[in-house]
């Protein structure tokens, strides 16, 4: 893997280049400004459209920037085989996360958003045996959504990523045991709705636990229902054929709050 900082300047990019940057550099300041952010550790990355030379590349954070410094012009951009193609800083990229997005991005070509975290209650229901429990409204949606990948260290190791990618196989969700949490979505947006979700999904289960009280029944076949329910919803999104307005009003509290993430 060749990260070595480079200051090669792409093309002026398309316009689907540069919305996929905005929406991205986007997605970063939300993660902060959510409190899901680990100081400059953790990645968004998103899949840019191909060039003319069919090459795969991914967009990610130049390593020690805060997520909150992260803008549409300083993400780094990086060919599936660590090929640093565009770095306005110089920074160079963080070689665990090249890890772990090199490996969902290179497999899972309907995937054009990765996104991980290391919150506190994300590493917390990581760690339980039973993983993330259909306790409620937004962690049913997850029924039957949610792959498990055991620890294996620093995932420094390339070897890894065949695990990874088997591991998740063709779900959107995923739980890195001991480590944290990870989505995947067909757009930025819907990586960002899942992450959001699945934290809140998180938070409320070790709410839940530390209340000490006995769970009430969830009637047979709801978990599905509502998992299917979701799934429709966010399947019309991605066709087109439902506005996205969820995200449209995350997109107006950055624009709002965060001058300059779209420079």
Avoid at 4 to 27: E, G
Avoid at 144 to 156: D, P
Avoid at 222 to 234: G, H, L, M, W
Wanted: hydrophobic letters at 40%.
């Amino acid at each position: 893997m060749k990260t070595k900082p480079s200051h090669l300047t792409l093309a002026k990019p398309s316009d689907a280049a540069w919305q996929t940057r905005v929406d991205l550099a986007a997605c970063y300041r939300l993660i902060h400004r959510l409190g899901m952010d680990d100081s400059i550790f953790t990645h968004i990355s998103a899949r840019l459209p191909s060039d003319d030379s069919g090459r795969e590349c991914f967009l990610i954070n130049p390593f020690g920037m805060r997520f909150e410094e992260v803008t549409a012009s300083n993400l780094v951009a990086v060919d599936i085989d660590g090929n640093v193609i565009e770095d306005k800083l110089g920074l160079g990229i963080n070689p665990a996360g090249f890890t772990i997005h090199s490996a969902i991005h290179a497999a899972r070509h309907d995937v054009a958003c990765v996104l991980h975290t290391h919150t506190v209650a994300g590493v917390a229901v990581s760690c339980q045996q039973d993983g993330l429990l259909p306790l409620n409204q937004w962690a049913m949606q997850f029924h039957g959504k949610i792959a498990y990948h055991t620890y294996e260290g620093l995932a420094l190791d390339l070897d890894e990523r065949q695990r990874l990618v088997a591991d998740l196989g063709e779900k959107p969700v995923m739980i890195l045991r001991h480590h944290g949490l990870l989505t995947c979505g067909r757009s930025v947006a819907e990586a960002f709705k899942l992450m959001h979700n699945l934290q809140r999904s998180c938070q409320a289960q070790l709410a839940f636990q530390a209340a000490g009280q006995p769970a009430a029944p969830v009637p047979p076949g709801i978990p599905e229902k509502v998992a299917r329910q979701y799934s429709n919803t966010y399947d019309r999104m991605a066709a087109g054929t439902l506005a996205d307005t969820e995200w449209a009003a995350f997109l107006r509290r950055v624009s709002a709050s965060d001058p300059g993430f779209d420079s």
